[in-house]
C-alpha cells in the first residue's frame, strides 16, 4: 500500500513535495534508487537522509522504532499518511517487534507531530488499521461495519498491537486525524503470499478485497480534502466495493487454476482449514469512504486479471505437474509445518489453545470429512450488529442519557454528568467489570473501541460476552454459550512459533 501511495504522489509531485520514511534495506534502497536519480540525489549506504535540491522528494533512511528518524521526517510537513507496520504472518511470530513497530512507531509519530510548531492544529494524520480488528465474522453475521465490536481473533498479536495504534491516534489531540481499516490488499504476486496462515482461513469467510492501487490511490487521495470537511476525525472501512466481494473457497479455486495447480479437490483436503478464529468480511459501510475519496476502480476480475499477467514462469510449470505431487510435495507441506493446522491437531498436547481456538475441539476437526462439511451452502444475510444508539442523529446530538444507554449496552456505565456535544470529548466510563477509563464518543461509536483492560490479550471473550450484549451478538455468532476459555498472553506465546 505504502509503495502504491508514493507511486501516486510521484505522479502528483507538481502539488506535492514528499517525504519518506524507509528502512535502509537492500529492497528498499534498490526500489527507491531510480527516484533519487532522477532528482539528482547521491544515493547512501545506510541510515542518513537525502533530498533533492528543489525539495520534490526527502528520504528518511531509518525506521519508526527510532523517534529521531520519525522527528527528522516529520519535521516541516503538512500531512502525515502512516500505512506502515508489521503485519501477519511476521508480526504472529514476534509479537514483541509488532509492538514495538506498530504501537510504538505510532506514537512515536503522534509525539513528533505535537512537537512540531502549531502540530496538532496544523498537521493531519491518516492512519491506516486492519480489517483484524473485527476478528471472526463468518455467515449469517458477515456484514460488519465501523463502529462495530473490536474483537480481535485470538493469537493475532498484528491486530492487538493496531488497535492500540488507533486508540492512541484518535484520543492524541490532534485536531485533524482519520483511521481507515483496511481490508485484505490484493497483489499480482499472490504466489508470494503462500504460506502457512492461508489456511488458518475458514474456507466458508466472506472476503472484500482492495487491489493494491486502490489503496494507494485512497491514501492519497485523502491529502485532497479539505481540513474544514466533515471527512476528518471519522473512522472508515476501505475495501473494493461490492465488485470485489468472494468466498474464500471461490478466491482459492479461480486463484489455484490460475496460478497453474488445478482443482482445489485434488490438491487439498477440506479438514487443512480452520473453521473459526480469523478475519474478513463483506461491508456494509464501504461506499461511505469512496464518497470521499473515488477509490474503488478495480474490481476483482481486474484482480485475477493482474494475477494471471504476474505469474513467474517456474510457477506456471505447475500445470505440468501432477496433482498428487503438487498436493504433497507443495502444499500439503506448509498445512502441515508448525504454523499449520495439521500441526496443530496432530500435535494436541503442545497445541491445546490452536485446536480451541480454530477448532473448537479436537472432535470438531475430526468430523470434517467431505468439502460441503466445511461449505455449506448459505449466503451471508443482510443482518447489521446494533451499536446501541439512534444512528440516524449525528454523535454531537445525542444526549447524556443516550450515551447512558450506549454503556449500558456494552455493560457497562457513563459516570461523566454532562456531555457538551463535542464528540472528542473526553467521557469517563466503567465498563462491566469496574475498570473506569477515559474515552471519547468518537472512540466508542465511531471505532468500536471500549475498556482498555479489557482488551487482548488476554483474549477472555467467554466471561466478557456474557456481560457485554455490544460484543455479544458478534461473538455467540459461532461460539457456543458454553463455553469458557481464557487465553492468557504468556500461554499463548508459547504456542506462537
Known amino acids: 500500500m505504502g509503495y502504491e501511495a508514493f507511486k501516486e504522489l510521484w505522479r502528483r509531485r507538481d502539488k506535492f513535495n514528499i517525504v519518506l520514511l524507509?528502512?535502509?534495506?537492500?529492497?528498499?534502497?534498490?526500489?527507491?534508487?531510480?527516484?533519487?536519480?532522477?532528482?539528482?540525489?547521491?544515493?547512501?549506504?545506510?541510515r542518513g537522509v537525502v533530498q533533492s535540491e528543489d525539495g520534490q522528494l526527502?528520504?528518511?533512511?531509518?525506521?519508526?522504532?527510532?523517534y529521531n528518524n520519525v522527528a527528522e521526517a516529520v519535521e516541516g510537513v503538512d500531512n502525515v499518511l502512516h500505512p506502515a507496520a508489521l503485519i501477519s504472518p511476521a508480526a504472529d511470530h514476534n509479537p514483541a517487534l509488532a509492538r514495538?513497530?506498530?504501537?510504538?512507531?505510532?506514537?512515536?509519530?503522534?509525539?513528533?507531530?505535537?512537537?512540531?510548531?502549531?502540530?496538532?492544529?496544523?498537521?493531519?494524520?491518516v492512519n491506516i488499521g486492519s480489517v483484524a480488528f473485527y476478528g471472526d465474522r463468518l455467515?449469517?453475521?458477515?456484514?460488519?461495519?465501523?463502529?462495530?465490536?473490536?474483537?480481535?481473533?485470538?493469537?493475532?498479536?498484528?491486530?492487538?498491537?493496531?488497535?492500540?495504534?488507533?486508540?492512541?491516534?484518535?484520543?492524541?489531540?490532534?485536531?485533524?486525524?482519520?483511521s481507515m481499516r483496511q481490508t485484505f490488499i490484493a497483489i499480482p504476486d499472490i504466489s508470494s503470499l503462500m504460506d502457512p496462515i492461508m489456511f488458518h482461513q475458514p474456507l466458508v469467510q466472506h472476503i472484500e478485497m482492495c487491489t493494491a492501487r486502490d489503496a494507494g490511490y485512497g491514501l492519497v487521495q485523502t491529502l485532497e480534502q479539505p481540513l474544514n470537511s466533515d471527512f476528518w476525525c471519522r473512522v472508515y472501512n476501505q475495501t473494493g466495493g461490492k465488485s470485489c466481494r468472494f468466498t474464500y473457497h471461490s478466491y482459492l479455486e479461480r486463484m489455484l487454476k490460475v496460478l497453474g495447480m488445478g482443482d482445489?479437490?485434488?490438491?487439498?483436503?477440506?479438514?487443512?482449514?480452520?473453521?473459526?478464529?480469523?478475519?474478513?468480511?463483506?461491508?456494509?459501510?464501504?461506499?461511505?469512504?469512496?464518497?470521499?475519496?473515488?477509490?474503488?476502480?478495480?474490481?476483482?476480475?481486474?484482480?485475477?486479471?493482474?494475477?494471471?499477467?504476474?505469474?513467474?514462469?517456474?510457477?506456471?510449470?505447475?500445470?505440468f505437474v501432477p496433482s498428487f505431487i503438487v498436493k504433497h510435495l507443495f502444499l500439503k507441506p506448509m498445512a502441515a509445518a508448525k504454523d499449520g493446522p495439521l500441526y496443530w491437531v496432530s500435535h494436541p498436547e503442545e497445541m491445546p489453545l490452536r485446536i480451541k481456538?480454530?477448532?473448537?475441539?479436537?472432535?470438531?476437526?475430526?468430523?470434517?470429512?467431505?468439502?460441503?462439511?466445511?461449505?455449506?451452502?448459505?449466503?451471508?444475510?443482510?443482518?447489521?450488529?446494533?451499536h446501541g444508539y439512534d444512528e440516524t442523529k449525528a454523535i454531537e446530538d445525542l444526549t447524556v442519557d443516550e450515551?447512558?444507554?450506549?454503556?449500558?449496552?456494552?455493560?457497562?456505565?457513563?459516570?461523566?454528568?454532562?456531555?457538551?456535544?463535542?464528540?472528542?470529548?473526553k467521557l469517563k466510563w466503567r465498563c462491566a467489570f469496574g475498570h473506569s477509563f477515559d474515552a471519547s464518543p468518537a472512540l466508542v461509536l465511531y471505532g468500536g473501541h471500549w475498556c482498555p483492560e479489557c482488551e487482548a490479550?488476554?483474549?477472555?471473550?467467554?466471561?466478557?460476552?456474557?456481560?457485554?450484549?455490544?460484543?455479544?451478538?458478534?461473538?455467540?455468532?459461532?461460539?457456543?454459550?458454553?463455553e469458557n476459555t481464557y487465553y492468557s498472553e504468556e500461554a499463548c506465546l508459547k504456542e506462537t512459533f
Open 457 to 482: 490479550p488476554p483474549w477472555n471473550y467467554d466471561k466478557i460476552a456474557r456481560r457485554n450484549p455490544f460484543l455479544a451478538q458478534a461473538y455467540y455468532n459461532n461460539h457456543d454459550k458454553s
Open 357 to 386: 481456538a480454530f477448532f473448537a475441539s479436537l472432535e470438531n476437526w475430526s468430523r470434517i470429512k467431505t468439502w460441503e462439511d466445511v461449505i455449506p451452502q448459505h449466503m451471508p444475510s443482510s443482518h447489521i450488529l446494533s
Open 403 to 425: 450515551l447512558r444507554e450506549v454503556a449500558r449496552f456494552r455493560g457497562g456505565e457513563l459516570l461523566s454528568k454532562t456531555y457538551t456535544g463535542d464528540k472528542m470529548q
Open 22 to 46: 524507509l528502512l535502509p534495506n537492500k529492497y528498499e534502497k534498490t526500489l527507491f534508487k531510480p527516484y533519487e536519480k532522477k532528482l539528482g540525489i547521491s544515493s547512501i549506504k545506510g
Open 100 to 125: 514495538r513497530v506498530n504501537t510504538g512507531g505510532t506514537l512515536n509519530i503522534i509525539k513528533a507531530i505535537k512537537e512540531q510548531p502549531n502540530g496538532a492544529e496544523r498537521i493531519s494524520i
Open 264 to 319: 482445489i479437490k485434488k490438491v487439498m483436503d477440506p479438514n487443512w482449514f480452520c473453521l473459526r478464529n480469523f478475519h474478513d468480511a463483506w461491508y456494509a459501510d464501504s461506499h461511505i469512504l469512496n464518497n470521499y475519496l473515488n477509490h474503488q476502480r478495480e474490481s476483482l476480475n481486474n484482480h485475477v486479471k493482474q494475477v494471471a499477467d504476474n505469474v513467474p514462469w517456474y510457477v506456471k510449470l505447475a500445470r
Open 58 to 66: 526527502k528520504i528518511v533512511w531509518g525506521d519508526l522504532t527510532n
Open 139 to 178: 455467515p449469517p453475521v458477515a456484514l460488519l461495519r465501523a463502529g462495530d465490536p473490536l474483537m480481535p481473533s485470538v493469537f493475532d498479536f498484528y491486530a492487538i498491537s493496531k488497535i492500540a495504534a488507533e486508540r492512541a491516534v484518535i484520543e492524541s489531540g490532534i485536531k485533524h486525524w482519520v
